[in-house]
């Protein structure tokens, strides 16, 4: 396994993320110090980074059940993870789910390595993407949904959507990793599970209170550039992180994520110009992110020039799926995460399936496996795609059946004008 593995598919995270006592060496530690930072970074990203990017999109008086449930969830997501989200996406299983031999990191000693860190730091570093995920999920229904009813969903989700396709990705054994599916930090895991979840949600749960009849406008647009600030900087442990190591394929999967958030920032404001007449700052934000989330799963796969081009491609495409759910379909996807995240994380998916190929000069990735030709491997990305769509969807709808028998979902019309800081928190974002 590990380096053999790599002669025969591409140098990758993915092939990397296995964590086996049996690939015993020496842990390296310039490449255990990087993931250390890598998962802080990631952490980052959730608490503080998208507490106040989501926290400042919405009303004033959600302000503060935005900035709990961001916190709540990574608490919760690490007690799940403790538990059994780490054996059922790692351990060794089936082709869909891991078993049982690493619960409660039973197993998980300091001298067992993954690659060449401890597998105690990859079972950390891995625990920052359930935490980020399920958080990223409820921008799609904010504003309307109880504390409660968040918290069991997340539990549920995470055990019945995120660790099975964790380990269909990325765990040796897992059904698309056997195929070879290319998803370098999260494209399918993070963004299409986060996005389509996001948007079932939206569709079961309703709109908000007045939505489309009376403005819902951010109410504090400094603290979501200050979350999208650190949400760019975090994203460097993401996906450079994925790489595992402190190496070449890390320091360009960086490099890649800065080029492609750039370019999504620019070609979103571009779009808002030429629509609309003037671009916004929630316009260069939200394309930054479109960029970040559609370079993910390609970032440890292509060149340069085919990070810029994703990333210019993802800003027009995500600023178009964003007026088509909302103004077209009439959902109330709250902070568009499936038009930004979903979208994305699919297009960028399709996307590294031609950019890895080794054929397109100066847009070109590090080429594919023996015997894989771009035509082949691109219907693979296609069915990593649709089959976490589709297992995404439906599990989530009956999840949130559950969950609204169990604690109920949504608060009443009442406490949607009243406000979930004090319905449900009994406090107010600003004392004044």
Request: aromatic share 10%; with cysteine.
């Amino acid at each position: 396994m590990g380096r053999k593995f790599f002669a025969k598919h591409l140098l990758t995270a993915a092939s990397l993320m296995l964590p086996v006592a049996a690939m015993a060496q020496d842990i390296d530690g310039g490449d255990t110090a990087w993931i250390m930072t890598s998962t802080a970074l990631v952490l980052f990203m959730t608490i503080p980074g998208l507490s106040l990017f989501y926290g400042g999109l919405v009303r004033v008086r959600n302000v503060l059940s935005v900035l709990m449930q961001c916190f709540s969830i990574t608490c919760v997501a690490t007690l799940v993870w403790l538990i059994c989200g780490y054996s059922l996406a790692f351990s060794e299983g089936n082709g869909f789910v891991g078993g049982f031999s690493n619960v409660l990191f039973a197993n998980v000693m300091e001298e067992t390595v993954a690659g060449s860190i401890p597998e105690s730091l990859f079972a950390l570093f891995q625990l920052t993407f359930a935490v980020i995920t399920p958080a990223l999920i409820f921008g799609g229904f904010a504003e309307r949904v109880k504390y409660s009813g968040v918290m069991l969903f997340s539990v549920l989700w995470l055990l019945l959507v995120y660790a099975p396709i964790t380990h269909w990705v990325w765990a040796e054994g897992g059904w698309l990793f056997e195929r070879g599916l290319l998803d370098f930090a999260g494209g399918t895991v993070v963004h299409i599970t986060a996005g389509v979840a996001s948007l079932v949600c939206a569709v079961v749960l309703g709109t908000r209170t007045g939505f489309g009849k009376t403005p819902m406008p951010p109410h504090n647009m400094t603290m979501t550039v200050t979350g999208a600030g650190m949400l760019w900087v975090g994203w460097f442990g993401f996906n450079g992180g994925s790489a595992l190591a402190a190496d070449g394929n890390a320091s360009m999967a960086m490099l890649v994520t800065h080029i492609s958030a750039a370019a999504g920032s620019i070609s979103w404001v571009m779009m808002e110009k030429i629509k609309y007449g003037k671009p916004s700052v929630l316009g260069i934000v939200t394309g930054m992110v479109a960029g970040l989330g559609t370079i993910t799963p390609a970032s440890g796969f292509v060149g340069p020039g085919g990070a810029l081009v994703i990333g210019l491609v993802a800003g027009v495409v995500c600023f178009y799926a964003t007026q088509y759910i909302k103004n077209g379909l009439g959902i109330d996807d709250s902070l568009d995460v499936f038009p930004v995240h979903g979208v994305g994380g699919m297009l960028g998916t399709f996307l590294a399936g031609i950019f890895a190929s080794a054929s397109l000069g100066v847009f070109s990735g590090q080429g594919y496996a023996d015997g894989v030709n771009m035509s082949g491997q691109v219907m693979v990305q296609v069915i990593g795609i649709i089959s976490t769509a589709v297992y995404t969807g439906v599990l989530t709808f009956i999840i949130l059946k559950i969950v609204t028998v169990v604690t109920g979902m949504r608060v009443s019309e009442e406490e949607e004008r009243t406000g979930l800081d004090i319905v449900l928190h009994d406090e107010r974002g600003y004392d004044m």
